[in-house]
């Protein structure tokens, strides 16, 4: 770390002048609220730099030359490691050819052979570019198949930002979303309800591997529950989704309901899939096949080879580097870990989700403000987490960088227990 560290005093303003704060001050005129969506570090603590300049591996640095162990991974997409050496040979070798054209490349195919080939319900692939592109497209096939218009969802879930799904209202009309309706994750009697309500409307019910909705500890699915969606889907004739966006090639290879069993009729990929660069999925399989091929569903940038590129390289290293298992070990150290520090220091947390996605939560803590509070002390000390999104775990995390991460919680606990010493 460098004067980030030194320099708070815990008044973002009263920090020194930096190269971050330059282009806040610039984006602002230019950029409406000075940055919007999910990255917009305006409602993270001060210390959070908004803008960021490069990577490598397990770590980053900011504008300001600020190093840091990178714990959150692009929210998700970087997975192998940021600059993934097969990765970007890859992209490079494509790129030298061609990216945008009039037709996608050779590699269009070869990637859709690759998933059918890795994802244990997919019989097809359909390429885009975000994680809100293949939830949207996945309602419109399930709807296009099977002719009804009702999907349910689970309640708080995160599906993407069109207005059908996007958490806030603005902009948003009733129309947006007449056509969705919900349930409570891991309660198989509100979707049965849900379901009965929709009635002989009920095209899709739409779910995320786990419950990871932003700011609430996490939940692992029940395999009850998940079996219990597919049955009602067989017995309905509506279309299973299974929202892998968040945790596509992180948990599993084969789709994070492999592990448990259950096989979704469609599923939404995005994120991991090509370690970084933009590309999307919807995999389906051979039901929902007549529906995919009647919808039209395209983007300027979709058919773009590069990303394609990428994505091959990446789902060949994550299974060359058993990346998955890789991600897994050094997330069960890290939550061993904080676990153990939390102990030491007399804190009572919740460390909830699988350990390549944890999340951190301290008891009773409402408005998350000891989080942030956290979060602020661990990013000064080199680690980037976040005080109300799960975290990301790479394959490309070390010792070190596991050793720094801690080092850098243990120093957070230790000022929040000074500052906090009777509690
Ligand atoms: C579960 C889930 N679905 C869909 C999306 C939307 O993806 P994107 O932001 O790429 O449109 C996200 C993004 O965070 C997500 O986590």
Redesign the pocket.
């Known amino acids: 770390m460098t004067d980030l560290a030194q320099g708070r005093t815990g008044q973002q303003q009263e920090r020194p002048r930096s190269a971050d704060q330059e282009l806040r001050a610039r984006a602002k005129a230019v950029i409406p609220g000075g940055m919007y969506g999910?990255q917009n570090a305006g409602p993270l603590p001060p210390e959070y730099p908004q803008f960021m300049r490069s990577g490598r591996g397990a770590r980053i640095w900011d504008v300001d030359g600020n190093e840091y162990v990178d714990l959150m991974n692009s929210?998700?997409p970087v997975v192998l490691g940021h600059r993934h050496p097969a990765v970007e040979a890859a992209v490079a070798e494509q790129a030298a050819q061609a990216d945008c054209q009039n037709g996608p490349g050779p590699v269009m195919v070869e990637l859709a052979e690759l998933l059918v080939a890795t994802v244990d319900h997919a019989d097809w692939a359909m390429l885009a570019k975000?994680?809100?592109?293949?939830?949207t497209a996945c309602c419109t096939i399930a709807r296009a198949q099977t002719g009804r218009g009702t999907i349910l969802a689970a309640k708080g879930?995160?599906?993407?930002?069109a207005p059908w799904c996007t958490p806030r209202p603005a902009g948003v009309t009733p129309a947006d979303r007449a056509n969705l309706a919900h349930y409570t994750f891991n309660d198989l009697a509100s979707v049965r309800e849900a379901a009965a309500r929709a009635g002989d409307d009920l095209a899709a019910i739409l779910v995320?591997p786990f419950r990871?909705d932003a700011g609430f500890d996490q939940e692992l699915v029940d395999p009850a529950f998940a079996r219990g969606l597919r049955e009602l889907c067989d017995a309905a004739g509506a279309a299973l989704i299974l929202?892998d966006?968040?945790c596509g090639f992180r948990l599993a290879l084969g789709s994070s309901w492999e592990p448990v069993g259950v096989r979704p009729d469609l599923s939404?990929w995005?994120?991991a899939i090509a370690n970084g660069h933009a590309l999307?999925a919807v995999l389906g399989s051979d039901a929902f096949r007549g529906g995919a091929q009647e919808v039209f569903i395209t983007g300027s940038f979709w058919f773009a080879a590069t990303a394609m590129a990428a994505s091959i390289a990446t789902i060949g290293a994550l299974r060359d580097e058993d990346a998955v298992a890789a991600m897994a070990r050094t997330g069960d150290e890290l939550r061993a870990g904080i676990l153990a520090q939390a102990g030491n220091y007399g804190f009572a947390v919740n460390y909830t989700g699988p350990p390549q996605m944890p999340y951190l939560t301290f008891t009773g803590d409402r408005g998350h403000a000891l989080a942030s509070e956290f979060a602020g002390h661990a990013i000064r000390h080199g680690a980037y987490l976040h005080p109300r999104h799960n975290w990301f775990v790479s394959a490309a995390m070390t010792g070190d960088d596991l050793a720094l991460a801690l080092g850098a919680t243990d120093a957070a606990f230790a000022a929040l227990r000074r500052r906090l010493p009777g509690t």
């Open positions: 999910h929210y998700g975000n994680g809100t592109d293949a939830t879930a995160y599906h993407g930002s995320s990871h929202d966006v968040r939404a995005s994120k999307a």
